[in-house]
């Protein structure tokens, strides 16, 4: 039996001017799982997740989240759950006022922003979802951004860089979050460049240099934790540079899985 996916990339491509920031990337996103989207700076991972999004158009390829493009599918901004800077947010307004917002815009009753703030912990502190966003630490911002991603309880999540400035705490916290919403069936794909806070994360892994670099899952990559995924990430990403510096670029569709 083959298992759903929830998203999909078939050799999309974005190229910027003669710049090619993701070149023939070519990955599934199984539905239930968590996976986590990796490479350096400027490796492409949020030009990959703009694509899903169709917030950016892939020069050739395509991207698809539940068997559609974004833009046709229906209900899209119900189904998947969104954080990445610079999307939705208002800056000036409270917490609160922005997820109200958001949340009138989705349809949906105005106690549901009260549940979320709850479910992302900035409820324990009274004062803080009536702070302007701006004013946020970088820790309550992702939370915040965890509590708009969360408002329409979608099926998908997409999380760009979840971990960033989390704390120890924090990153503890954000890994049983996303394990209990896993365990209800939800598929989340998010993007980092921190390995030991992925590692401790993920079901599956997805490496990208601006092209596919490895796909599959961490129990693999790691030989079921016998190598840590840091070391793993950068046999990957500078093996073949190191061991066959004349080899053709991999086509994009084989993981090393
Ligand atoms: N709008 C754009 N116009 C031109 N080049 C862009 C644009 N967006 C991204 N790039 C370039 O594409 C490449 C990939 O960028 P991208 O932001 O996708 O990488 P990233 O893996 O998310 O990086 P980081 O971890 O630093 O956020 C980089 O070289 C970047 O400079």
């Known amino acids: 039996m083959t298992t759903p996916v929830a998203a999909r990339f078939s050799r999309a491509t974005k190229q910027y001017g003669s710049h090619t920031a993701v070149e023939d990337l070519t990955f599934d996103v199984a539905e239930g799982r968590i996976v986590g989207l990796l490479g350096r700076n400027g490796a492409g991972k949020s030009t990959a997740l703009r694509m899903l999004l169709g917030l950016v158009s892939p020069s050739s390829g395509s991207t698809t989240v539940f068997g559609q493009p974004y833009a046709d599918l229906p209900r899209a901004a119900h189904r998947i759950g969104v954080s990445m800077d610079g999307i939705g947010s208002?800056?000036?307004?409270?917490?609160?006022?922005?997820?109200?917002?958001?949340?009138?815009?989705?349809?949906?009753?105005?106690?549901?922003?009260?549940?979320?703030?709850?479910?992302?912990?900035?409820?324990?502190?009274?004062?803080?979802?009536?702070?302007p966003v701006e004013a946020y630490s970088t820790g309550m911002r992702q939370r915040h951004g965890l509590a708009s991603a969360l408002l329409a309880d979608p099926e998908l999540l997409v999380l760009d860089e979840p971990a960033n400035g989390l704390d120890p705490d924090g990153i503890r916290w954000l890994r049983r979050l996303l394990r209990s919403l896993a365990d209800e069936g939800r598929t989340i794909l998010l993007s980092s460049h921190l390995l030991t806070e992925v590692e401790q994360i993920v079901d599956d892994v997805v490496i990208i240099q601006r092209t596919l670099r490895h796909s599959g899952t961490l129990e693999s990559l790691t030989e079921d934790g016998r190598h840590r995924l840091e070391d793993r990430f950068f046999d990957v990403v500078d093996g073949e540079a190191r061991t066959a510096p004349e080899a053709p670029r991999p086509a994009g569709g084989g993981g090393r899985a």
Do not use: F, H, N
């Open 90 to 131: 208002l800056p000036a307004a409270s917490g609160r006022r922005d997820l109200r917002i958001w949340a009138k815009t989705l349809g949906l009753p105005k106690r549901r922003v009260d549940e979320v703030l709850e479910q992302v912990g900035l409820l324990d502190d009274p004062k803080a979802a009536d702070r």
